[in-house]
């Protein structure tokens, strides 16, 4: 059967405070698998919503074919509710698989879900026969599920065709070549400077000279003025066709619009923290009051410096294991537990429950580290990004999930615990944040336990052992 492309044409989408893209035209063939990937806030929802029909684009025109049958599974979240994020997503995916469709929308379908869960959407996505799109910031996914990116990025939509490996690869060419272009313009700009100093000390010697042949009557005043004018209109030219090529090549560098890096100082290093073993585990239980133990003969020890990863199925425990090590009181331990005190112990989870909404950025790192002058705060601040007055001043109730979480990694760096505590981070955070998170996580210095179902994720940021949640037990993965 041949089935007929959507059709999107000059489709634009807009709020009264920005503007998300402009003029977008596209054809997607029966059996793409396209993903729209791009900054929070960028427009990524919106786009597949117009899809779907549930939104209508500020302007220009969507056609779906007569035999399109779009399913649409939403982003999902666990919060105030029994079941877990895998039984959430499988519950919503069958019914939407129920009636059929041969278009499938997913909008971050990853977020939630465990590593078993993970594996049997991949295996879905990778024989499903249709057309997939899908909103993600999962790199497995945009590696192996796909082989069209849309990158809304600077109010337009960019197509590639390729996986993201590809276009990572050819992104960070064409910045490199960019740069390299802009360097060489700075070279020539400052060469064409002391050249144009030159030609001003000897135009200004020209006008001497000119004064003086005119005081002595050699040269008429028409010519001496002539001269001046065409050596300062030379100079003036190279110099501003050399400004103009600058700023037009500063002007792609900057519609290219690669993460910025974050460079983090942290306020002890590893020498600070000594050779010592920070967590450790023996014959260890752990639950809740008038219930059995949810986990069993818990073995578990972590060094200075080390970082784990703890994996296992939704509902299986790690969030149990994690309050036992946080001396939570709503949990009920047994067995031999050493554990860092509180000071010491950082836990940064994706609600950021170390900030306050009713603070502003500057007044967070200020009451973080009240010694500091307000000089330092704000070179803190600049190394996260933190740059402009109104972003410095800016409320946290008004900040992006990804402003939040390089807030919340300034405040781990201006005081920065031996134990950092990590649970499932990189949940709905975009590509650049993510990032942004492993540039400073490679840099921090203590030990970290880390919960996350990303293998790329953790791969980056060093994980160097690996503890599963399974039946009621820790066990350690060789």
Not at 197 to 209: F, I, L, P, V
Not at 234 to 246: L, N, P, R, V
Not at 379 to 392: A, P, Q, S, T
Not at 451 to 469: C, M, N
Request: glycine share 6%.
């Amino acid at each position: 059967m041949n089935h007929k492309p959507i059709q999107l044409k000059n489709v634009s989408l807009s709020f009264p405070h920005k503007i998300c893209f402009e003029a977008f035209n596209a054809q997607i063939p029966y059996g793409s698998r396209i993903a729209i990937m791009g900054r929070n806030g960028s427009g990524k929802s919106s786009l597949l919503n117009m899809i779907n029909g549930t939104l209508t684009p500020t302007s220009g025109e969507i056609k779906i074919p007569d035999d399109a049958h779009i399913g649409y599974v939403p982003q999902l979240f666990t919060e105030s509710t029994s079941l877990s994020g895998g039984q959430r997503f499988n519950a919503a995916l069958t019914k939407v698989l129920s009636r059929d469709p041969n278009v499938l929308l997913f909008d971050e379908p990853t977020n939630n879900l465990d590593a078993k869960n993970r594996a049997s959407l991949m295996r879905m996505l990778r024989s499903f026969p249709g057309t997939l799109i899908i909103v993600s910031h999962d790199v497995e996914l945009l590696r192996t599920c796909i082989d069209t990116l849309w990158h809304i990025d600077n109010d337009h939509i960019h197509i590639f065709s390729g996986n993201y490996d590809d276009y990572m690869r050819e992104r960070n060419i064409k910045r490199s070549s960019i740069e390299h272009e802009l360097s060489r313009l700075d070279r020539q700009k400052k060469d064409t400077h002391h050249a144009l100093m030159k030609e001003q000390a000897r135009a200004a010697k020209s006008r001497a000279t000119g004064e003086k042949y005119i005081e002595q009557r050699k040269w008429p005043k028409a010519a001496a003025k002539l001269k001046g004018a065409q050596a300062e209109h030379t100079a003036g030219s190279k110099k501003a066709e050399i400004g103009q090529k600058k700023e037009a090549l500063s002007e792609a560098l900057a519609n290219l619009r690669l993460p910025e890096i974050i460079l983090p100082t942290f306020s002890i290093t590893a020498a600070d923290i000594g050779n010592k073993t920070l967590v450790s585990i023996s014959e260890g239980t752990v639950g809740y009051q008038h219930e059995k133990p949810i986990l069993h003969d818990i073995s578990l020890s972590v060094t200075a410096g080390e970082r784990i990863a703890i994996m296992g199925d939704n509902g299986s425990g790690k969030s149990t294991l994690i309050k036992g090590i946080l001396n939570d009181p709503t949990v009920i331990k047994s067995g031999n537990w050493h554990v860092p005190k509180q000071s010491d112990i950082g836990y940064l989870d994706q609600h950021y429950g170390t900030l306050s909404a009713t603070q502003s950025v500057f007044e967070t790192i200020a009451e973080w580290v009240p010694t500091w002058s307000h000089a330092e705060i704000r070179r803190h601040l600049n190394d996260f990004l933190f740059r402009k007055n109104e972003e410095v001043n800016a409320l946290l109730a008004t900040l992006s999930g990804g402003e939040k979480v390089r807030l919340t990694l300034a405040q781990i760096a201006a005081k920065t615990p031996q134990l950092l505590i990590l649970d499932e981070i990189t949940n709905n955070l975009d590509l650049e944040t993510r990032e942004h998170v492993i540039q400073v996580l490679k840099e921090y210095p203590g030990s970290m336990i880390v919960i996350s179902h990303d293998e790329d994720f953790l791969d980056k940021i060093g994980i160097q052992s690996w503890y599963e949640v399974i039946n009621g037990t820790v066990q350690h993965q060789s």
